[in-house]
Each structure stands twice: as structure tokens, then as C-alpha cells.
């Protein structure tokens, strides 16, 4: 078992989440169940499925959970851009958001690499 709470991914994933659930709380009311939702539940499995990957027995199972959070990254990203092109949210919103959303992505992907190697 290895202790998610030391990989830097999960620590800025985990941070993340801070600024989505704040800028979504502006969004209209009619979002609630839709990209409101959404944003939060992609920005949430991030850190979610790293932490639950480090509790499985082997790289492969532990890989395949990485690849689950980078594509929740994805996710938020496309629902990033979306609420951009609605004017939920501003110009600079957008950029400083999905700036720190593909750095996760990368790191994911870095780290799903490493893991991979190790089979």
C-alpha cells in the first residue's frame, strides 16, 4: 500500500478542487444538475481515484486507476472550456483554471508512465 498523501498529483488534484467549487457556485441555477455537477464530480474523481489506486495490490490495477483520474482531467477540461464558451466564466478564469488542470494532466500522465514501466 503506498501512501497517496506523499504524491504531489494527488496534493494539487486534491487543491483543485478548491477553485472549481468556487467558481461553479456563480454558475445559473439552471446548471445545478448539469455542468455544475459535472465539474465537480470530474474535479473530485481526480484526487479520488489516485488515492483509491494507491490502496490497490499491484502497478497494473494501480496504472489503470491513474488512467481513470487523467481522464476525469480530461473531463474537467472539456467542462472548462464549455463553461467558457457559455460566459459562465471569465477570460482569466479560464486560463489560470486550465492552466493548473493540464500541469495535473501531465503529472498524471508522467506518473501512469512510471507506473507502467514497473510491470
Sequence with gaps: MNDFRKLEIWERSRKLCVPIYALTA????SEIYGLTSQMRRSCVSISSNIAEGSGRKGHKEYAQMISIALGSAYELETQLEISFELNFISQEEYTTIKKEVVEVQKMIYGFR???LKQI
Design 26 to 29: 456563480h454558475f445559473p441555477k
Design 113 to 115: 508512465e512510471y507506473l
